[in-house]
């Protein structure tokens, strides 16, 4: 099989998609690290839900990147296939998750009343520093964009494992 063999092209095709998928699953990871790096310096409560999608963003960096290398060492065998398959699955629905859990930045992040992980407030205020002064922390306006990138970049990521799993249908 020859670089201008079909298997080359999707393999490089699957490259694609796996990263796109580790580019959205580490700027999930660094914003959410964020927010708790400021959360916790500042001595604001902590959402569990903040530390369920840090968690997730996490290991689906793990999984693509073990994936990537996967794919560029183990591609072509058939016994990792349905693995890889049910892998993807479980973290489109972890993805799912992500985006329910930043849903709120989706009604705009301009004017009336914003709900971040920071709580509830105007765009241009600032977010209420806790007991402790710790980092400096954003804007509401801010975070709230800051959700919204998070809640289109899961939306992307989660595409991507059915994408994958087209191609690995194509190739079969």
């Known amino acids: 099989m020859g670089p201008s063999s079909g298997v080359a ?7 694609v998609f796996r990263s796109i998928q580790l580019t959205g699953c580490l700027t999930i990871l660094a914003i959410f690290s964020y927010y708790l790096a400021t959360l916790s310096s500042n001595g604001l409560q902590i959402r569990t839900g903040v530390y369920v999608v840090e968690g997730f ?4 960096a793990l999984y693509t990147t073990h994936s990537l290398l996967l794919l560029f060492f183990r591609a072509g065998y058939v016994a990792l296939s349905p693995i890889s398959l049910a892998l993807d699955a479980c973290f489109a629905i972890i ?7 930043n849903r709120a930045a989706s009604g705009g992040c301009v004017s009336g009343t914003i709900y971040t992980v920071y709580g509830a407030g105007e765009a241009g205020w600032d977010v209420p520093q806790g007991p402790k002064r710790g980092l400096q922390t954003p804007t509401f306006g801010l975070a709230c964009r800051l959700m919204m990138v998070c809640l289109i970049v899961s939306c992307l990521v989660m595409y991507a494992p059915s994408l994958l799993a087209v191609i690995r249908k194509m190739r079969y």
């Open 57 to 60: 963003a996490a290991i689906g």
């Open 9 to 15: 092209g999707l393999k490089r095709l699957q490259t």
């Open 95 to 101: 993805f799912i998750y992500v985006a329910v859990e």
